[in-house]
């Protein structure tokens, strides 16, 4: 069956601090891979999307980046962390017209 | 641009009580539906899902989406809630052959359901 590993599950962060956020899929391969931010009281933002390895692609313009290294891994960072990149992050995998797993998230906290 | 309203921000309801949640949605073309929950502690799932044919799809857990294409709507129903049903939950919508890029969420429906 299909899994998603996402970590860490909460991390704190002085702005100006680099992050990375790792997600793994399991039991599929060449996956559509998604990066999302949920907000309180404004639904889930697609940030990034990748269909390969190497390809990304961005929705949303902003402090931060994403990156496929291998097919089953994609990893959100940034360089420099703002105070407005709080939020809760979730990977999720798709294929075809919708997604079928989320991960478990990561609540980021930049202070 | 397609856009997703999910009225209802937080409903509290008994058990045994009937649940419909609203979902309405603006988009002018062939639609795919879905519905995901998000129980306490738990990663988001998807409930229910359509793309064509019967309107009216039933999902896990007895739940239940009617599409009615002239309102705009797909909402959420369950005939006698559970305590166990305490979830966020959250409308999604594409269009046509899109694919998984293009859907839009709603902003989600909390839902208590009291002992």
């Known amino acids: 069956s299909q899994t998603i590993h996402q970590w860490p599950a909460t991390l704190v962060q002085p702005v100006g601090s680099p992050l990375s956020l790792e997600c793994t899929v399991e039991?599929?391969?060449?996956?559509?891979l998604y990066w999302y931010r949920q907000a309180a009281g404004r639904g889930l933002q697609l940030l990034f999307y990748?269909?390969?390895?190497?390809?990304i692609s961005s929705e949303v313009p902003q402090n931060l980046s994403a990156s496929r290294p291998q097919d089953r891994q994609f990893i959100l960072s940034s360089k420099k962390l703002l105070l407005s990149d709080s939020g809760f992050y979730l990977c999720?995998?798709?294929?075809?017209?919708?997604?079928?797993?989320f991960g478990a998230g990561t609540r980021l906290s930049v202070l | 641009a397609q856009s997703v309203s999910q009225h209802n921000h937080h409903v509290i309801l008994s058990e045994a009580a009937s649940l419909e949640l609203g979902c309405n949605y603006s988009?002018?073309?062939?639609?795919?539906l879905f519905w995901y929950v998000q129980y306490p502690g738990q990663h988001l799932q998807l409930l229910l899902k359509?793309?064509?044919?019967?309107?009216l799809v039933k999902g896990i857990k007895g739940f239940e989406a009617e599409f009615i294409k002239s309102k705009f709507s797909f909402n959420l129903r369950k005939p006698s809630v559970q305590w166990s049903d305490t979830a966020e939950y959250f409308c999604?919508?594409?269009?046509?052959?899109?694919?998984?890029?293009?859907?839009?969420f709603g902003t989600g429906t909390r839902l208590t359901v009291i002992p």
């Open positions: 999720a995998w798709g294929q075809g017209r919708y997604i079928q797993y």
């Open positions: 039991g599929t391969s060449n996956p559509n």
């Open positions: 990748s269909v390969g390895i190497g390809q």
């Open positions: 988009y002018g073309g062939t639609v795919n």
């Open positions: 359509y793309f064509s044919g019967d309107p």
């Open positions: 999604a919508v594409n269009g046509g052959q899109t694919g998984a890029n293009n859907l839009f």
